[in-house]
């Protein structure tokens, strides 16, 4: 069966850095585009950045841009989100999601993992 499981949330303080992991199996990862969400309570889910199958375009949301780097090492079917200079406001449970294009929103993406909980608070 198909499964994303994410890893490395946590609490941090603002300025902080986490890099978040999302492995995968069950399906054709290196022919498939992989997209992290974000959402916090009572908040709209929010793509926040997406990679291509191939690792070749990329995407960031732009709240998010030139702080957070997603890559992907097909070797190993993982997708990473390193996410620096965090702020209160990326406070939220973070998904990682699958379609074969950076396309769409959380409704267009087929598979999705568990979340993994990040907490930005001094």
């Known amino acids: 069966q198909v499964q994303l499981v994410e890893s490395g949330g946590g609490l941090v303080q603002p300025g902080g850095s986490l890099r978040l992991s999302c492995a995968a199996s069950?399906?054709?990862?290196?022919?498939?585009?992989i997209a992290w969400f974000r959402q916090a309570p009572g908040k709209e889910r929010e793509r926040v950045s997406c990679?291509?199958?191939?690792?070749?375009?990329?995407y960031y949301e732009d709240s998010v841009k030139g702080r957070f780097t997603i890559s992907r090492d097909n070797a190993k079917n993982t997708v990473y989100l390193q996410m620096n200079s965090l702020k209160p406001e990326d406070t939220a449970v973070y998904y990682c999601?699958?379609?074969?294009?950076?396309?769409?929103?959380?409704?267009?993406?087929?598979?999705w993992g568990q979340g993994t909980q990040v907490a930005v608070s001094s």
């Open positions: 069950g399906f054709a990862f290196d022919y498939y585009a």
């Open positions: 999601a699958t379609r074969r294009l950076c396309r769409g929103g959380p409704s267009s993406y087929d598979y």
């Open positions: 990679i291509s199958s191939s690792g070749r375009t990329t």
